[in-house]
């Protein structure tokens, strides 16, 4: 591959890591204006499909699904509803840099459940690089579970949907292009949001009622599908400039600006465990990208088509 197409890909990674922290943002606001985080799940749902259909249509692409990718796309879209729904009620309370620091765990966990649904190959030195990653994640939750209760594991729960997120992406991606990918995703999460959000509302679930949006509530709804939808047009068009190996570690550049926007829109700023355990988590997971790199030059495994985006696909 050309380093001229190479390096447009570093950019466009770049970009990618910041802006998709705008769509926790605009999620953290959304809910803290309270919204109830059904209704901004199916807000990024519908506005992510609203953009990506004109998308679509003018880069050539069919609308057309086979019934294997329809039950693929499904599939796809339940785990990233999940995610997002569980990603959205931790950032609720809690900080953006400490829930996406748990998030980031993701990347070990698709480590073990490509070792146990593809079968590739995992030696002793990413298991191990896997264990402290996970370690890193209770410096991370041990605080935030102290301060937040229970709320500190939804993250976990984005992380583990998210992994089964991406290996569904992972088995689609070899005869589906991104692009209709991600709007086909988009609207079936919606077709799955939508009934849940009508049938629970004015129930006693808060989290699954509506409510009518005042003033900036419009625009946060909006931001979390318009962020979602262009930052990942981002990473799609990376991928397709410059390997997922060379672009996987710069992912962990999005920790920074979370880490940016939480102090300056929030006044957020990690504690010394959260830190400890940021350092332990990107260190890790920088071991393992580099180990798959070795792996993928012997011909031991295949790498993931993504580098993972925390609930952002």
Sequence with gaps: MSQDRILPGILLMLLFCLLAPLLDVAAKLAAQGGIPVGQITLARFAVQAALMLPVTLI??????????????????????????FAFVSGLRVMPIADALAIVFVEPFILLFLGRLIFGDQVGPRRIAAAVVGFLGVLLVIQPAFDTFGLVALWPLCTALFFSFYMLVTRAISVY?????MQLHTSWTGLALCLPLTIGFAGGPVAELDTVWPQ??????LFGVGFWAAVSHM??????RLAPSATLAPLHYLEIVTAVALGWAIFGDLPNR???AGIAVIVGSGLYVIHRERIAARQGQAP???????????
Excluded: D, K
């Design 59 to 84: 880069l050539g692409h069919s609308l057309r699904l086979t019934p294997r990718a329809l039950g693929f796309v499904t599939l796809r879209a339940i785990f990233l509803v999940i995610s997002t």
């Design 176 to 180: 589906m292009h991104p692009v209709p």
């Design 215 to 220: 003033g900036l509530m419009w625009l946060w």
């Design 234 to 239: 981002c990473m799609t068009y990376a991928l």
């Design 273 to 275: 465990e959260t830190w």
């Design 303 to 313: 790498q993931s088509p993504h580098p993972g985006a925390a609930a952002e696909g």
